[in-house]
């Protein structure tokens, strides 16, 4: 450390008070007063860990600006140029993790994965993650789609059998409607039937029963006059007592009949 002291103030401040703080407006433009150092505008944090942040006249010219992720991370408070690879432990020391990497396309506030870092030197035919890592064998690959065919092909027979099914379930659907439409069509004929019988008035409905009535009791009185007739030995269908039949012996004569000595 090197100490110096002078009665001139610091190049970069147009005026330097100890008595009252110092102020933004107290910086002469385009620099930056920071720690007790001036910088030019645009210029870099030299301290280590903080090389992505700068000086921004404009901003705040007492103060470093906040991190540029532009062209590297910013990871757990410190910056991380693009490309530099995260630090794993190693017996007692560190060494770069091969799969993890600053890569600020990706994400600026975390390491990102490194495409291929695990593929072997030598491996066999099959698919393989961006790391590199295996997913799987072309064999079971291959198996595995095998497998997949055949369910496409029983799916699409199980399909076409339900295909059948439900032609056959609207065929019959239009059957049974069919029937339900000409149930209904009968029912309604035979409400209109009922509806005109029973259209009929009270008062002709009596005066009907009253003619029925009367023929019934004037048929039931003939028969029993005729019944009882019978019953007395009297031809049903004879002449009235007194009343003479037959015809004349000599033929028709006129005047007396006692005159002729016809009896």
């Known amino acids: 450390m090197k100490l110096k002291s002078t009665l001139a103030p610091p190049s970069c401040l147009s005026t330097c008070n100890p008595a009252y703080p110092l102020q933004a407006s107290d910086v002469k433009s385009g620099h930056c007063y920071i720690d007790r150092h001036c910088y030019a505008h645009g210029t870099s944090s030299p301290y280590s860990g903080f090389e992505c942040t700068r000086c921004d006249a404009a901003v705040g010219p ?102 059948s099914e439900v032609a056959l379930f609207s065929k019959q659907k239009t059957i049974l409607e069919t029937q339900l439409d000409s149930a209904i069509s009968a029912g309604e004929a035979k409400s209109t039937a009922t509806t005109s019988c029973e259209g009929m008035s009270n008062d002709l409905a009596i005066a009907l029963i009253a003619v029925v009535s009367a023929m019934f009791v004037t048929t039931s009185a003939i028969l029993g006059f005729l019944v009882f007739k019978e019953r007395k030995g009297n031809p049903l269908f004879g002449p009235a007592p007194g009343v003479a039949v037959g015809m004349p012996v000599d033929g028709p004569t006129f005047g007396n009949p006692a005159e002729k000595g016809d009896v």
């Open 62 to 163: 007492l103060q470093w600006s906040s991190p540029d992720t532009s062209k590297a991370c910013f990871i757990n408070g410190a910056c991380v140029s693009s490309g530099a690879h995260a630090q794993v432990s190693s017996g007692r020391s560190y060494v770069d993790d091969p799969c993890l990497h600053c890569d600020p396309s990706v994400t600026s506030s975390d390491y990102s994965p490194v495409t291929g870092c695990k593929l072997p030197s030598t491996f066999r035919a099959g698919c393989y993650a961006d790391s590199g890592s295996e997913v799987i064998s072309l064999a079971a690959m291959m198996a595995e789609n095998d497998t997949n065919h055949m369910t496409i092909a029983s799916m699409q027979t199980g399909n076409a059998q339900l295909i």
